[in-house]
């Protein structure tokens, strides 16, 4: 169960990749075309899971490390335009983002985490390197924070008052509410919410990652963040979950399994 709680934000990503430009408003959709492949939000998702394996001391700079090298490992993987700069610098800096680059990377901090005050605490830290805006944070913490109470057990009310109280999100909408006018938005407040909706609203693991890709937008994100979620109560499908394991490289399935064997 593990495996699959990990590899949710994988599959997101890799189902919503051929729809992030060629968006669809329908749940009807194929889950795999030709094109589907992991993007950045898997590779930073995955950076993420080597700082945890690797850093006890959860050190900025080790992070940035992992960052970097992944990222640049994939350099095509579809990194947003600042965030390129960032992976290339000597000393990247962070440049107060509020952009979903933050909610897509943090969901092994949920899995790892011990605590929910650990939960919050590291997943300030992944989002702090480069989305250090406020609302960069929030995001990151909400999902992670989500993550963690499934983990522990909690349920889908439970997970909703305390994302709506603790961050002050509106989840109050449904997917078809919010769909018709639902345009590309990379900011964490315009797509951490809908992530968790679609949570909310879906009632298997496929319906979920169908719901979150049907809004538009920004849809390898937003499926990202929605499965590492949904993962955590329904059981991926043996042949999505494989799946998408082939579509990863070899270098990103062995960051995968590493953090695997060291959370079970």
């Known amino acids: 169960m593990e495996e699959r709680k990990m590899l949710g934000a994988l ?30 939000d898997s590779v930073m998702t995955l950076a993420v899971a080597k700082w945890l394996v690797e850093d006890e001391t959860h050190s900025t700079s080790y992070l940035i490390n992992c960052m970097q090298e ?98 002050g999100y509106d989840l109050n909408r449904t997917i078809a509410e919010i769909r018709p006018d639902y345009s590309f938005d990379v900011s964490c407040q315009g797509s951490v919410p809908e992530a968790i909706i679609a949570f909310l609203e879906g009632n298997t693991f496929e319906e979920v990652i169908r719901l979150a890709v049907s809004l538009g937008g920004d849809s390898d994100t937003i499926g990202c963040m929605a499965g590492a979620i949904a993962a955590c109560i329904y059981p991926i499908p043996e042949e999505i979950a494989e799946r998408c394991d082939k579509i990863l490289s070899q270098d990103l399935r062995e960051v995968k399994d590493k953090f695997l064997a060291m959370i079970r």
């Not at 997101?12 to 950045?40: M, Q």
Request: glycine content about 10%; charged content about 20%; aromatic content about 12%.
């Open 11 to 40: 599959v997101g990503d890799i189902i919503g990749s051929v729809y992030e430009f060629h968006n669809t408003k329908s749940t009807d959709f194929e889950l795999f075309r030709g094109a589907s492949r992991f993007t950045d």
């Open 70 to 167: 992944l990222g640049l490992k994939h350099p095509n993987a579809g990194y947003g335009g600042r965030f390129v700069r960032w992976l290339y610098e000597r000393n990247p800096q962070p440049y107060n983002s509020w952009g979903n680059g933050a909610g897509m990377r943090v969901s092994p901090v949920g899995l790892y985490a011990k605590t929910l005050d650990e939960a919050l605490e590291l997943a300030e830290i992944t989002a702090s390197v480069s989305h250090n805006h406020p609302e960069g944070v929030k995001g990151a913490q909400a999902i992670a924070t989500s993550v963690f109470l499934l983990k522990e057990g909690k349920t889908k009310q439970e997970i909703k008052a305390y994302v709506e109280q603790t961050f």
